[in-house]
């Protein structure tokens, strides 16, 4: 009897719907914390892209927009030599096959 009176007290409208409305709370605070984290990884990818912009102009003569990179680069497909513009305005001289084959069996 005890354990009737017990699942009768937790099921109060009143409570279930606390309940529900504290887990809407916790899930908007998520939705919003992950809005914030898109926000900052789109604002860091925009300044990472406006550093490689310079270091082409600058570094190596070649004038590329923001844009133009962010094409080439989200597109995936891009010729061997802007690889080789990149890695020279990175100043980047070899690269770990071994590891990137790896990353692309995964």
């Not at 919003?32 to 550093?51: N, S």
Request: no cysteine; aromatic share 4%; charged share 20%.
């Amino acid at each position: 009897m005890a354990a009737l009176d017990e699942a009768r007290l937790q099921l109060q409208p009143g409570r279930v719907l606390r309940v529900l409305l504290g887990i809407g709370d916790a899930l908007l605070q998520v939705a919003q914390i992950a809005q914030v984290a898109h926000r900052l990884a789109r604002l860091l990818a925009e300044q990472a892209l406006d550093v490689l912009m310079q270091r082409f102009k600058i570094g190596i003569g070649v004038r590329e927009t923001i844009y133009t990179l962010r094409t080439k680069l989200t597109r995936g497909r891009f010729t061997a030599v802007f690889l080789l513009q990149v890695m020279e305005a990175l100043s980047a001289t070899t690269i770990d096959l071994d590891e990137t084959l790896v990353d692309l069996a995964s």
